[in-house]
T-cell receptor
Framework: DVKVTQSSRYLVKRTGEKVFLECVQDMDHENMFWYRQDPGLGLRLIYFSYDVKMKEKGDIPEGYSVSREKKERFSLILESASTNQTSMYLC????????????FGPGTRLTVL | AQTVTQSQPEMSVQEAETVTLSCTYDTSESDYYLFWYKQPPSRQMILVIRQEAYKQQNATENRFSVNFQKAAKSFSLKISDSQLGDAAMYFCAYRSASGATNKLIFGTGTLLAVQP
């Protein structure tokens, strides 16, 4: 079974803190993605990565950065957390190829106080 | 730019009945993929069904089937013999089949409740 894991299910941070969200997949997928999910807005793409050390901005990259030093790991970084970044964050991965299934992690619910 | 619209924020169905979730999309492309994903409460999102735009035949997966109307840009999901475990948020999604675009574009979701 494909497995996508995220470092935390729930996280509470203070405004201004630097926050790291980690995602690991075990199926040698080239492509990895970070989304945020908010009620009434669906899933919005923050950043994605085609391969190691490659990254591209998604639809809402402001306030976020990413790192992909190894193929299996894709990190989302909030340089200075703000209350409007309180959300559910979902990681996903898949093999390259437009029709391939995308597999999701369980999500991290981040609260910024 | 492509968009995906799910006009039903919430739906309800009786156990063993049939329900249809609506999805429309907007694109100028002719080749693409459409997906329905299911997100149960507090559980991981999983793929329910996938449709290739070049295929005229509607995809089916056990109790799940789609009605794909390419000209109308409509992609509805039908769940037959609904079960309590079908209760979840359902997302419709689009992905281009050409170019460098690699992104899934999601609708806003439909929350399905199943009544016993």
């Amino acid at each position: 079974d494909v497995k996508v894991t995220q470092s935390s299910r729930y996280l509470v941070k203070r405004t201004g803190e630097k926050v790291f969200l980690e995602c690991v997949q075990d199926m040698d997928h080239e492509n990895m993605f970070w989304y945020r999910q908010d009620p009434g807005l669906g899933l919005r793409l923050i950043y994605f990565s085609y391969d190691v050390k490659m990254k591209e901005k998604g639809d809402i990259p402001e306030g976020y950065s990413v790192s992909r030093e190894k193929k299996e790991r894709f990190s989302l970084i909030l340089e200075s957390a703000s209350t409007n970044q309180t959300s559910m964050y979902l990681c996903a991965s898949r093999h390259r190829g437009h029709g391939n299934e995308q597999f999701f992690g369980p999500g991290t619910r981040l609260t910024v106080l | 730019a492509q968009t995906v619209t799910q006009s039903q924020p919430e739906m309800s169905v009786q156990e063993a009945e049939t329900v249809t979730l609506s999805c429309t999309y907007d694109t100028s492309e002719s080749d693409y993929y459409l997906f329905w994903y299911k997100q149960p409460p507090s559980r991981q999102m999983i793929l329910v069904i996938r449709q290739e735009a070049y295929k005229q035949q509607n995809a089916t997966e056990n109790r799940f089937s789609v009605n794909f109307q390419k000209a109308a840009k409509s992609f509805s999901l039908k769940i037959s013999d609904s079960q309590l475990g079908d209760a979840a948020m359902y997302f419709c999604a689009y992905r281009s089949a050409s170019g460098a675009t690699n992104k899934l574009i999601f609708g806003t979701g439909t929350l399905l409740a199943v009544q016993p």
